[in-house]
């Protein structure tokens, strides 16, 4: 089945303590993105990649690193994470950029 | 960065009703994409518009990418309780990068039996 695949779905962590999210599609997709969704302001755009070794900062990057070191996986990597990161992530991935992403089911993040 | 005003906020209709919600930008958009959210899940992209005055369908979904490419509709014709979710329109500004995708802040659709 075609998917994108994020783990995990929920975590819990506290102040400063490093963690990875990770993210892996089984479609061949050139591009990932990973997006950030908090209530009232929708989702918004963290980093993407257009193919292996290239990303972009997206709107609200700061915080936040990633990597595309093969074509199917694309982590989010939270250095020091802080309580104003708690949200919902989900990564996303596409053939082309503007025939629209394919989103994963979300990772709960909690920074306590 | 960029933002896309997407209107109404929240809907709350009987069953049967249509339904009509829009978005715009500041700037020109050369790609607009219309997706649902279900409580729980990743959004799923159900209308895609490249062309301006480009009019699709999906269904009982009909899209528009606006004439001055500011802008896009979606229209739900006889809405079912199963239409119940996050509408976020979604664009891509002419001349920028493919891989960055904006979103809008959603439309919450509520469906009355």
């Known amino acids: 089945e075609a998917q994108v695949t994020q783990n995990p779905r929920y975590l819990i962590t506290v102040t400063g303590k490093k963690l990875t999210v990770t993210c892996s599609q089984n479609?061949?997709?050139?591009?990932m993105s990973w997006y950030r969704q908090d209530p009232g302001l929708g989702l918004r755009q963290i980093y993407y990649s257009m193919n292996v070794e290239v990303t972009d900062k997206g709107d609200v990057p700061e915080g936040y690193k990633v990597s595309r070191k093969e074509k199917r996986n694309f982590p989010l990597i939270l250095e020091s994470p802080s309580p104003n990161q708690t949200s919902l992530y989900f990564c996303a991935s596409s053939f082309r950029g503007a025939d629209g992403y394919t989103f994963g089911s979300g990772t709960r993040l909690t920074v306590v | 960065g960029q933002q896309l005003n997407q209107s109404p906020q929240s809907m709350f209709i009987q069953e049967g009703e249509d339904v009509s919600m829009n978005c715009t930008s500041s700037s020109i958009f050369n790609t607009w994409l219309w997706y649902k959210q279900d409580p729980g899940e990743g959004p799923v992209l159900l209308i895609a518009?490249?062309?301006?005055?480009e009019l699709t369908s999906n269904g009982r979904l009909t899209a528009q990418f606006g004439i001055t490419r500011k802008d896009s509709f979606l229209n739900i014709s006889a809405s079912i309780p199963s239409d119940v979710g996050i509408y976020f329109c979604?664009?891509?500004?002419?001349?920028?990068?493919?891989?960055?995708?904006?979103f809008g802040k959603g439309t919450k659709l509520s469906v009355k039996p």
């Open positions: 979604a664009g891509m500004n002419y001349g920028g990068s493919q891989g960055n995708l904006i």
């Open positions: 479609m061949n997709h050139e591009y």
């Open positions: 518009l490249y062309k301006a005055g």
